[in-house]
């Protein structure tokens, strides 16, 4: 599902470095990502789902090569093939909740929106517990409601791939558990790959594989 090698990225200001030899991952498997602060976690993330790209080496997802795609054919695999849990939600405040869940079928004319999409929408608000917001707007929103629409819009559409950064870090110890077994659940009845950054070691035992991050620092990494 995912291999990267070789691969290289470093800032402008030459403060971090990034070196990763080799990393694979399994269809289906669950991958948890840890390690300090700075080390470059949320930095993987943005150069698998080519929001970044990298110096040199090679990410493949699914037999393609995500980093020599053009701009916006990379911005159209990410869409079809990968749902991406960012830590700051990235929600769109002029739009409700339900509209931000549904926005990944509104732009760039990938995913097709139907009746079956708003109906796998309801439930999984229902599931995450935001089924009550679909008409609030972000603003009206706690930070762990927040978290749960972000998590429900990278669900939503069957990727072959989810990275999910910090998903349960804003949530209450119940709600963790029931959170992450969701992204468990939705990735399995997809056979998707999850890729998981967090801080929270007392998850880590539900994974398949954990990969402490500090094995792919460079020299100067921050």
């Keep these: 599902m995912l291999k990267i090698q070789s691969l290289a990225f470093s800032y402008d200001d030459g403060g971090f470095h990034l070196q990763i030899p080799e990393f694979i991952m399994k269809p289906g498997e669950r991958v948890a990502v840890i390690g300090p602060s700075g080390s470059g976690k949320t930095t993987l993330l943005n150069l698998i789902s080519g929001i970044t790209i990298p110096e040199r080496g090679t990410i493949v ?69 935001v089924a009550d917001k679909l008409q609030r707007y972000p603003g009206r929103l706690s930070q762990g409601e927040r978290q749960r629409v972000a998590i429900c819009r990278a669900l939503l559409p069957k990727r072959k791939l989810v990275l999910a950064d910090e998903a349960t870090g804003n949530l209450d110890p119940e709600n963790k558990i029931r959170i992450l077994d969701l992204l468990f659940e939705s990735a399995g009845e997809q056979d998707a790959a999850l890729l998981a950054v967090t801080h929270d070691h007392e998850l880590l035992t539900r994974f398949d594989r954990v990969v402490d991050f500090r094995l792919f620092r460079g020299e100067n990494s921050g």
């Design 61 to 129: 997802i699914d037999e393609e090569e995500v980093n020599r795609l053009e701009d916006q054919a990379r911005r159209r695999f990410r869409l079809r093939n990968i749902g991406f849990v960012f830590q700051d939600f990235e929600l769109l405040d002029y739009l409700s909740v339900l509209d931000n869940i549904l926005h990944p079928y509104r732009i760039g004319g990938v995913l097709k929106l139907d009746r079956s999409v708003r109906e796998r929408a309801s439930r999984l608000a229902s599931r995450l517990g």
